[in-house]
């Protein structure tokens, strides 16, 4: 079965610090990895997306990365703002006969505090 | 140019009853996709249409089906309501059938079924 996990589950920082979100994924045949941000009541926007020969992909201060042999990737936050307090998605889709079939994870939620 | 557009935004239904939810695809976006959002959980997969055809689905019974329209926009019907089919339902569109193609989120319609 194809999974997604995300840690930590919830994350409150304060504003200005750096902070590292983790996914891991058991997802086969492995087609790409996307990160999103979700605001309460809104639907997700999408960060990154990144395909298996893909090991890094930055989005202004949003900084994905990927190791496809232990199938984990990170969303590293530099400089955190009053803004970025929302839920971040990590996204894993398989291709199976021609469809992009995607696993979400539960999502980590992230707090920032003035 | 507009974004994706679902309604209504809320809706309560009595379990038994049926349900079509309305979504419009951002202009130009071929692909359509459905999300169902438990509160508290990550999205899961419903189906995916891409010019008119269905050609991906999750691990949701025949009760849930969908249609998309020429003009790109979709419907998602649901049988037959349980209780646990109350959840937040995401449309999203994307330009093209792609692995690079992002997803663009309508902010969903939230489903109550008592």
């Known amino acids: 079965k194809n999974q997604v996990e995300q840690s930590p589950q919830s994350l409150i920082i304060l504003e200005g610090k750096n902070c590292t979100l983790q996914?891991?994924?058991?997802?086969?045949?492995?087609?790409?990895l996307r990160w999103y941000k979700q605001d309460t009541g809104r639907g997700p926007v999408s960060l990154t997306i990144?395909?298996?020969?893909?090991n890094t992909k930055s989005n202004g201060r949003y900084t994905a990365t990927l190791d496809a042999d232990t199938k984990q990737s990170s969303l590293h936050i530099t400089a955190s703002q009053l803004s970025d307090s929302a839920s971040y998605i990590c996204?894993?889709?398989?291709?199976?006969?021609?469809?992009?079939?995607?696993?979400f994870g539960r999502g980590t939620s992230l707090i920032v505090h003035p | 140019e507009t974004g994706v557009t679902q309604s209504p935004t809320h809706l309560i239904k009595t379990r038994g009853q049926q349900v079509t939810l309305r979504c419009s695809s951002q202009?130009?976006?071929?692909?359509v996709s459905w999300y169902q959002q438990a509160l508290g959980q990550g999205p899961q997969f419903i189906f995916q249409y891409y010019r008119e055809e269905e050609n991906g689905r999750g691990n949701f019974p025949p009760r849930f089906s969908g249609l998309q329209f020429p003009n790109y926009s979709s419907e998602l019907n649901v049988n037959a309501l349980e209780l646990d089919d109350s959840a937040l339902y995401l449309c999203?569109?994307?330009?093209?059938?792609?692995?690079?193609?992002?997803?663009?989120f309508g902010n969903g319609t939230r489903l109550t079924v008592t």
């Open positions: 990144m395909t298996f020969s893909e």
């Open positions: 996914c891991n994924y058991t997802v086969s045949p492995f087609s790409n």
């Open positions: 202009s130009g976006h071929n692909t």
């Open positions: 999203a569109s994307s330009l093209e059938y792609g692995v690079r193609s992002p997803l663009h």
């Open positions: 996204v894993v889709s398989a291709i199976t006969g021609g469809s992009y079939i995607p696993t």
